[in-house]
């Protein structure tokens, strides 16, 4: 059982930056592959990055390569999205999710966090 906690979320003005944290609870927790994903109103939920149980492999959505870093730090049980250069497309709930398997699907992910919202104006 793994429980997720998100952080960090907030108002930003077009072109800054937030940082947003998972804390995750349970032993194990380099043994998950960490994704965040995010949901804007009427809209599907979005993969947006992921990064494997030891650090070594990352991936993102198109829209966001070049602006958000996902990192992780094992001993602390944390999971970080670094956002640069925000836009208002960037609004939405974020949440961070664990999955035993590598992909960027929702489904893959057997456990969620509440979520947080980030809300970019122009």
Excluded: H
Excluded at 2 to 11: A, H, M, Y
Excluded at 40 to 68: C, H, L, N, Q
Excluded at 102 to 117: K, N, S
Aim: proline residues 2%; contains cysteine.
């Amino acid at each position: 059982q793994v429980q997720l906690v998100e952080s960090g979320g907030g108002l930003v003005q077009a072109g800054g930056s937030l940082r947003l944290s998972c804390a995750a609870s349970g032993r194990t927790f380099s043994g998950y592959v960490m994704g965040w994903f995010r949901q804007a109103p009427g809209k599907e939920r979005e993969f947006v990055a992921y990064i494997s149980g030891s650090g070594g492999s990352t991936d993102y959505v198109d829209s966001v390569k070049g602006r958000f870093t996902i990192s992780r730090d094992n001993a602390k049980n944390t999971v970080y999205l670094q956002m640069n250069n925000l836009k208002p497309e960037d609004t939405a709930v974020y949440y961070c999710a664990a999955a035993k398997l590598w992909g960027f699907r929702p489904e893959l992910y057997d456990y969620w966090g509440q979520g947080t919202q980030v809300t970019v104006s122009s």
